[in-house]
T-cell receptor, first 115, second 114 residues
Framework: GAGVSQSPRYKVAKRGQDVALRCDPI?????LFWYQQALGQGPEFLTY????????KSGLPSDRFFAERPEGSVSTLKIQRTQQEDSAVYLC?????????????FGPGTRLTVL | AQSVTQLGSHVSVSEGALVLLRCNYS??????LFWYVQYPNQGLQLLLK??????LVKGINGFEAEFKKSETSFHLTKPSAHMSDAAEYFC????????????FGKGTKLSVIP
């Protein structure tokens, strides 16, 4: 496909369960971002990868959140011991380069509901 | 640190009327500014971006925005609203440092009344 894809599109987890969210960026895109979008809010930055290197994880809300991009393409966001406040849409975006004016292409998101 | 304020969480306009969505930013360095649109259950799509080349930026679907440094504003306009414009609109800022992540406003939901 030509765009950013994310899976699953919807995830329901019981409080305390671990979840893994996948992002397939556009082929060849160097930069990859994860954002968290709570209901009625704008997306908030979580973490940034340049190829396989995680250069910024300042937005991760706690040590229960972990992200990786081992081969510089697909990325996984893992949330351990999920809490109700983790319920949100998780968006992945990729850009072709590393410039601040590069367009970020967004995936459709994964809607996580923690019961 | 940078921030974005979008005035009005919900704006309603009649079909054919002017669309004006307001965005003010705060940044200690020259910013890059973006407007994204989000349709239900879809990802964000770029409408337009300001990168210092020109203060009046034209985007897709007839939208445009003007960067006004003195007012720290980047309002989005469209002369004539169409039903298909109903969506949520986000203003975002990026600065030329760090990881270039986008800082978003809270969004404005646009309703178009037939």
């Amino acid at each position: 496909g030509a765009g950013v894809s994310q899976s699953p599109r919807y995830k329901v987890a019981k409080r305390g369960q671990d979840v893994a969210l996948r992002c397939d960026p556009i082929s060849g895109h160097v930069s990859l971002f994860w954002y968290q979008q709570a209901l009625g809010q704008g997306p908030e930055f979580l973490t940034y990868f340049q190829n396989e290197a995680q250069l910024d994880k300042s937005g991760l809300p706690s040590d229960r959140f972990f992200a990786e991009r081992p081969e510089g393409s697909v990325s996984t966001l893992k949330i351990q011991r999920t809490q109700q406040e983790d319920s949100a849409v998780y968006l992945c975006a990729s850009t072709i380069g590393t410039s601040p004016n590069n367009e970020q292409f967004f995936g459709p998101g994964t809607r996580l509901t923690v019961l | 640190a940078q921030s974005v304020t979008q005035l009005g969480s919900h704006v309603s306009v009649s079909e054919g009327a002017l669309v004006l969505l307001r965005c003010n930013y705060s940044s200690s360095v020259p910013p890059y500014l973006f407007w994204y649109v989000q349709y239900p259950n879809q990802g964000l799509q770029l409408l337009l971006k300001y990168t210092s080349a020109a203060t009046l930026v034209k985007g897709i679907n007839g939208f445009e925005a003007e960067f006004k440094k003195s007012e720290t504003s980047f309002h989005l306009t469209k002369p004539s609203a169409h039903m298909s414009d109903a969506a949520e609109y986000f203003c975002a800022v990026s600065v030329g440092a760090g990881s270039y992540q986008l800082t978003f406003g809270k969004g404005t939901k646009l309703s178009v009344i037939p």
